[in-house]
C-alpha cells in the first residue's frame, strides 16, 4: 500500500514549510501545546491558495477533553461547516462520553455532514483515551469515519506497537489507520513495518524565537527549555521523514 506522510500543522507558516519539504497532506490546527485547536480561515484559504496540500482541518474548540457542552457543541458544528465551505479536505474531530465511550449521536452527526460534502471524516486521539480500543474501532467502523489517528492508547506510538498491529490486522481494511504521537525520520519505517499501518502523522517540530514574549513582569512563555520559544515546522525534517519514508 502507498506510504503517506501527514504533517501536524499550527499555522499557514507550519504548512507553507511542510509543502516546501515535501508534504502531500497536514493536519492543520492551531495552539499546538494545547494539542491542537480550531484554525483560523485565513490559514486554511491560504494554504489552499499556495499550496497543493491536501488538508484536513482540526475542528476542537478548547484544551483538555472531548466531552463537550451543547454551546461547544454548536459552535464546533458551525466550524465544521465554515471549514468545509472554505475548501478544506476533510475535519478532523473527536467526541466522548464521560465514561470515554464514543459518543455515537455527535460522532455519526459529524459523518454525515462531512460526508454531504464528499470529504473525509477522521476521528483524533481522543480515541487514546478509551478503554476499549477494539469496541470503540468498531463503533467508528460502523459510523461511517474514513480515518482513524491514533497512538495505541500510549503516549508514543512506538510503545504501542502490538496494539498497533493488532488494530491494523484486524480493521486495517474498514478504516484507514494513521499512527501518531512521537513519530519522525528515525523510528517511522520501523513503526510501519512492525505494526502494517502505511500513514504516519508527525509534527516535525522545532523552535524559533520571539524575544517579545517575556517582559519584566509579564511572560507568555510554554516552551519548558526556552523562554522566549514557540514551536513551529521544520521544512528540513519534514523532508528527511518525506525521503525517509519513501525509499
Known amino acids: 500500500m ?8 499550527g499555522s499557514y507558516e507550519d504548512a507553507y514549510q511542510a509543502w516546501l519539504g515535501g508534504a502531500k497532506r497536514i493536519e ?14 485565513s490559514s486554511l484559504i ?3 491558495q499556495h499550496t497543493d496540500l491536501n488538508v484536513v482541518s482540526m475542528v476542537r474548540p478548547r484544551g483538555a477533553g472531548f466531552c463537550y457542552t451543547p454551546t461547544e457543541y454548536e459552535s464546533m458544528r458551525l466550524d ?3 471549514l468545509l465551505d472554505h475548501g478544506t479536505d476533510g475535519i478532523a474531530f473527536g467526541f466522548l462520553l464521560p465514561d470515554c465511550s464514543i459518543d455515537v ?12 460534502y464528499g470529504k473525509e471524516a477522521v476521528f483524533h486521539r481522543a480515541f487514546d483515551c478509551v478503554k476499549d480500543p ?16 491514533t497512538s495505541g492508547l500510549e503516549a508514543k506510538a512506538m510503545d504501542a506497537l502490538p496494539l498497533l498491529k493488532k488494530l491494523s490486522d484486524c480493521y486495517g481494511e ?20 512492525a505494526t502494517g499501518i502505511c500513514q504516519i502523522h508527525s509534527s516535525c517540530k522545532d523552535w524559533n524565537h520571539d524575544p517579545t514574549t517575556c517582559g519584566p513582569h509579564v511572560s507568555y512563555a510554554y516552551c519548558p527549555s526556552d523562554d522566549c520559544a514557540y514551536e513551529i515546522v521544520s521544512k528540513d ?5 518525506v525521503q525517509k519514508v519513501s525509499f
Open 237 to 241: 525534517l519534514v523532508e528527511r521523514l
Open 105 to 116: 449521536e455527535r460522532t455519526k452527526a459529524f459523518v454525515d455532514l462531512i460526508h454531504s
Open 174 to 193: 474498514d478504516i484507514q489507520l494513521l499512527a501518531g504521537s512521537g513519530v519522525n525520520a528515525d523510528n517511522s519505517v520501523a513503526l510501519m513495518e
Open 46 to 48: 491560504l494554504t489552499k
Open 80 to 82: 465544521c461547516k465554515l
Open 28 to 41: 492543520l490546527n492551531q495552539a499546538l501545546f494545547l494539542g491542537g485547536l480550531t484554525p483560523s480561515l
Open 2 to 9: 502507498k506510504k503517506i506522510v501527514e504533517i501536524c500543522c
Open 134 to 149: 477494539f469496541a470503540a474501532i468498531e463503533t467508528l467502523i460502523s459510523i461511517g469515519v474514513d480515518r482513524l489517528l
